[in-house]
């Protein structure tokens, strides 16, 4: 089964065995979503309760009960399985699920891969790699990303025309 890297844990929380986590995903309500954590060695946690503080997610696992358990976990990175994962809305995505696509332009040429996603505050920017070259970066609005085909393992997109003049 495939699984997906949530976070990572930093620190224990206080004295009975809270887990600082540092998330790896823009989602954070995942936590709170997920009824448990994997860890590298296969060993599942449930999560009893997790909430955001600061720029972590503080998680009370009922299998850590003290600082010392929660302390032997520092530094192992937590995951879940994907088909346990919520369903997004129609038109939203994992960022997992899109990386290594195939990236298409309107004439259907492969103009690179799909790498990234780097969220600006307003509209998120796809980061396409080409073959050779430097990345090509994309703002995500309808204008410019014409279709996200999960099943057919593809992603068309209109290049502003100053990139369609760069890469060829």
Same mark, same amino acid.
């Given at each position: #089964?495939?699984?997906?890297?949530?976070?990572?844990?930093?620190?224990?929380?206080?004295?009975?065995?809270?887990? %600082?986590?540092?998330?790896?995903?823009?989602?954070?309500?995942?936590?709170?979503? #997920?009824?448990?954590?994997?860890?590298?060695?296969?060993?599942?946690?449930?999560?009893?309760?997790? %909430?955001?503080?600061?720029?972590?997610?503080?998680?009370?696992?009922?299998?850590?009960?003290?600082?010392? #358990?929660?302390?032997?976990?520092?530094?192992?990175?937590?995951?879940?399985? %994907?088909?346990? #994962?919520?369903?997004?809305?129609?038109? %939203?995505?994992?960022?997992?699920?899109?990386?290594?696509?195939?990236?298409?332009?309107?004439?259907?040429?492969?103009?690179?891969?799909?790498?990234?996603?780097?969220?600006?505050?307003?509209?998120?920017?796809?980061?396409?790699?080409?073959?050779?070259?430097?990345?090509?970066?994309?703002?995500?609005?309808?204008?410019?990303?014409?279709?996200?085909?999960?099943?057919?393992?593809?992603?068309?997109?209109?290049?502003?025309?100053?990139?369609?003049?760069?890469?060829?």
């Amino acid at each position: #089964m495939e699984k997906v890297v949530l976070g990572q844990i930093v620190a224990p929380h206080g004295v009975r065995g809270d887990l %600082r986590i540092m998330p790896l995903t823009s989602n954070v309500q995942l936590f709170s979503a #997920m009824d448990y954590l994997l860890l590298p060695d296969g060993r599942k946690l449930h999560i009893a309760s997790a %909430r955001p503080h600061k720029n972590i997610i503080l998680v009370t696992a009922e299998e850590v009960t003290s600082i010392e #358990m929660a302390e032997a976990l520092r530094g192992q990175k937590v995951a879940v399985y %994907r088909e346990d #994962m919520p369903e997004l809305p129609e038109g %939203r995505y994992y960022v997992g699920d899109l990386i290594g696509l195939p990236v298409l332009d309107e004439a259907g040429n492969r103009i690179g891969t799909f790498k990234d996603v780097l969220p600006t505050g307003s509209k998120d920017v796809y980061v396409i790699a080409p073959p050779e070259g430097k990345d090509i970066l994309v703002a995500a609005i309808p204008e410019n990303i014409l279709d996200i085909d999960l099943p057919g393992k593809r992603i068309v997109v209109r290049l502003p025309q100053w990139d369609d003049e760069e890469i060829r």
